[in-house]
């Protein structure tokens, strides 16, 4: 993304890192793309899941194009700082990775099904990076939301380790954690690529397809 500087490649603990804001991020209630709310309150049904696999903008993109995904946002996660700003998260002292926030009908996609494609978008294998994007924020990440969740991603990593190392790749980075806090972006970055359908996009994944065992 465009805010190149300096940074650590190691998080900081709550004593160096950046204070807290009072004030949370301004952004619209409508999805730009969807015409849906990216936050609550949203129909009843809706499960919620949050990604971390680079750069977010493309990573939002990506989850908004699912059949059966009522809408999407994009914030930050697994950090200290409350409230942080894009500048702050960029500068390696909050702690937060930039993560998708997906509301979706589970009658319609299934969190596994979400998780797949999680796996295949992205390279979990390159610590505190993505590419050519380097620092704490581009980090892999599921952030699950109750112990189902935890189960299932534990359980997908293991199956697509084993597809990563059947192909020469090394192991999986991915932090795999409950969802603590998830801090909105400002409007800004919400559905960048709808707004900038030429913007940025660093997705890139292994090449590596997911696949169940067959005890699975």
Not at 87 to 111: A, I, L, N, R
């Amino acid at each position: 993304m465009f805010f190149k500087t300096k940074k650590p490649l190691t998080m900081p603990d709550a004593a160096e890192a950046l204070r807290d804001r009072q004030d949370a991020a301004i952004f619209s209630e409508t999805h730009y793309a969807l015409g849906t709310r990216i936050c609550a309150p949203v129909p009843d049904g809706l499960d919620e899941a949050v990604f971390a696999l680079g750069c977010f903008w493309g990573s939002e993109r990506l989850f908004w194009q699912v059949d059966g995904v009522y809408s999407t946002a994009v914030g930050y996660a697994g950090g200290v700082t409350a409230n942080p700003t894009y500048e702050d998260v960029c500068s390696g002292m909050t702690g937060h990775t930039e993560v998708v926030k997906v509301f979706f009908d589970p009658t319609k996609v299934s969190y596994e099904e979400l998780l797949l494609i999680f796996w295949e978008a992205h390279d979990p294998t390159q610590g505190m990076r993505q590419g050519n994007d380097v620092g704490t924020q581009y980090r892999s990440a599921i952030y699950v939301t109750d112990p189902e969740q935890k189960v299932k991603a534990l359980d997908s990593r293991k199956v697509f380790q084993q597809a990563l190392t059947d192909s020469g790749h090394s192991q999986i980075t991915t932090e795999i954690d409950d969802l603590q806090m998830f801090y909105y972006a400002d409007d800004f970055h919400q559905q960048y690529l709808a707004k900038n359908p030429n913007g940025y996009c660093g997705l890139a994944g292994t090449g590596v397809c997911y696949a169940k065992t067959s005890s699975e």
